[in-house]
């Protein structure tokens, strides 16, 4: 079983940036970050594959969000810049297992990912 620690996060106000990271205690397959608002569905902002050569982004984080990864360290990060209100939530480091492999349409299925991490608070002020 691996375990994700997230750390970052926090309160900032609307064009900040924040960072955020995801270690893995074991090796993973494609990584992730997903983030869940009050009253709304968990939802892919960004992922990483194993290689760490092909990404994802949601729409709404395109151009202002990057996402990474660090094979050495097992860790993923991600960069997040020109921050809105709407991008607050709480953002969940997701993994997949080393052997898992599946095709690029099942990015946003939460279900597609084996480990999760905590959470941590991600709030933008206006």
């Known amino acids: 079983q691996v375990q994700l620690v997230e750390s970052g996060g926090g309160l900032v106000q609307a064009g900040d940036s924040l960072s955020l990271s995801c270690a893995a205690s074991?090796?993973?397959?494609?990584m992730g970050w997903f983030r869940q608002a009050p009253g709304k569905e968990r939802e892919l902002v960004a992922c990483?594959?194993?290689?760490?050569?092909?990404?994802n982004y949601a729409d709404s984080v395109k151009g202002r969000f990057t996402i990474s990864r660090d094979n050495d360290k097992n860790t993923v990060y991600l960069q997040m810049n020109s921050l809105k209100p709407e991008d607050t939530a709480v953002y969940y480091c997701?993994?997949?297992?080393?052997?898992?492999?599946?095709?690029?349409?099942?990015?946003?299925?939460?279900?597609?990912?084996?480990?999760w991490g905590q959470g941590t608070q991600v709030t933008v002020s206006s």
């Open positions: 997701a993994a997949r297992s080393w052997f898992k492999r599946l095709p690029s349409n099942m990015d946003y299925a939460v279900p597609s990912y084996d480990y």
């Open positions: 990483v594959t194993r290689s760490g050569t092909t990404t």
């Open positions: 074991g090796r993973t397959s494609t």
